[in-house]
């Protein structure tokens, strides 16, 4: 059984969902992808580990890097599952471009090369957002692309973060926007 709570966030509120193990899903209202996992069977219910949640996004969004990770359960196929556990341990405050993650991939996975659009699709697909960082993979050429929520609530995570964002750009056209 899967269930729901919200949060009101400074870039809009933010649905949580999570099951007895830990945190499922983590989606901005509106996103591209919205809920995809959560069961059609579901109860809005107040449990710990959304008390766990609204603490470290509090913390998050206060500008500070939090110093625990509430419980997650990441529910996907093993690439995807491998590919999101690389998200984790991007750095607070930096960014890998997906050429980069397909590459950590590749070597992951023991294979020579790893396609960026199949690695790509994986980071799209992540519902567990900002725990699991994907805001943080950009584009080879610094383009700020790729981001479910949004590109705008992508590039106000980074800022938030301290990014240097002077290497990075908001695309004016384009598929990922």
Same mark, same amino acid.
């Given at each position: 059984?899967? +269930?729901?709570?919200?949060?009101? @966030? #400074?870039?809009?509120?933010?649905?949580?969902?999570? !099951?007895?193990?830990?945190? *499922?899903?983590? $989606?901005? /209202?509106?996103? &591209?992808?919205?809920? /995809?996992?959560? /069961?059609?069977?579901? =109860?809005?219910? =107040?449990?710990?580990?959304?008390?766990?949640?609204?603490? $470290?996004? !509090?913390? +998050?969004?206060?500008?500070?890097?939090? !110093?625990?990770? #509430? #419980? %997650?359960?990441?529910?996907?196929?093993?690439?995807?599952?491998?590919?999101?556990?690389?998200?984790?341990?991007?750095? +607070?405050?930096?960014?890998?471009? +997906?050429?980069?993650?397909?590459?950590?991939?590749? =070597?992951?996975?023991?294979?020579?090369?790893?396609?960026?659009?199949? %690695?790509?699709?994986?980071?799209?697909?992540?519902?567990? @957002?900002?725990?699991?960082?994907?805001?943080?993979?950009?584009?080879?050429?610094? @383009?700020?692309?790729?981001?479910?929520?949004?590109? /705008?609530?992508?590039?106000?995570?980074? *800022?938030?973060?301290?990014? !240097?964002?002077? &290497?990075?750009?908001?695309? *004016?056209?384009?598929?990922?926007?």
């Amino acid at each position: 059984m899967q +269930y729901t709570a919200k949060y009101q @966030s #400074p870039v809009g509120e933010i649905l949580l969902a999570a !099951d007895e193990i830990g945190l *499922t899903g983590l $989606w901005f /209202d509106g996103e &591209k992808f919205y809920a /995809d996992s959560l /069961d059609p069977e579901h =109860e809005e219910k =107040e449990l710990p580990v959304f008390e766990a949640v609204r603490k $470290w996004l !509090d913390i +998050y969004f206060s500008g500070k890097e939090p !110093d625990f990770m #509430p #419980p %997650v359960h990441m529910i996907g196929s093993p690439f995807r599952l491998s590919v999101w556990e690389l998200l984790r341990q991007i750095p +607070y405050g930096e960014t890998v471009t +997906y050429g980069e993650l397909a590459k950590m991939v590749a =070597e992951k996975r023991g294979l020579s090369r790893m396609s960026a659009q199949a %690695v790509g699709g994986a980071v799209g697909h992540n519902e567990i @957002s900002i725990i699991v960082p994907c805001h943080r993979v950009v584009g080879s050429d610094g @383009s700020l692309t790729g981001y479910a929520g949004g590109v /705008d609530k992508k590039e106000r995570l980074l *800022t938030l973060e301290g990014v !240097d964002m002077k &290497k990075l750009f908001v695309p *004016t056209k384009g598929t990922a926007l």
